[in-house]
Nanobody, 126 residues
């Protein structure tokens, strides 16, 4: 399984970015897939995930109402539309996936439930 993120960059406060995660070797609607973020010295934080075919999006509390996760099952790609960005959104954003729906669906926002990770894409909000 390979996950490749793109779309990160630098943006001003209040701006928007759209992240993409293209997967190979993994069927996007077979398990859980989503986004986590991490800053130095802090634990990895759940941003948004989809599971069960994309019909069940979940969001971290800090991004609710501002971020939207979507899934293109034909392209095995997950997107993260980030609006109203704040400096505290600055982080490395990682795409994660796990085909074991029986495992990840129990706690989709738990990063330990995922065994496939991308390299990450940096988002900086100033």
């Amino acid at each position: 399984v390979q996950l490749v993120e793109s779309g990160g960059g630098q943006v001003q406060t209040g701006g928007s970015l759209r992240l993409s995660c293209a997967s190979s070797g993994y069927t996007a609607n077979s398990g859980c897939m989503g986004w986590f973020r991490q800053t130095p010295g802090k634990e990895r934080e759940a941003v948004a995930v989809v599971y069960g075919g994309g019909g069940f999006p979940l969001y971290g509390d800090s991004v609710k109402g501002r971020f939207t996760i979507s899934q293109d099952t034909a392209e095995n790609t997950v997107y993260l539309q980030m609006n109203s960005l704040k400096p505290e959104d600055t982080a490395m954003y990682y795409c994660a996936a796990d085909p074991r729906l029986w495992l990840c669906a129990g706690s989709p926002l738990d990063s330990s439930r995922y065994n496939h990770w991308g390299q990450g894409t940096q988002v900086t909000v100033s």
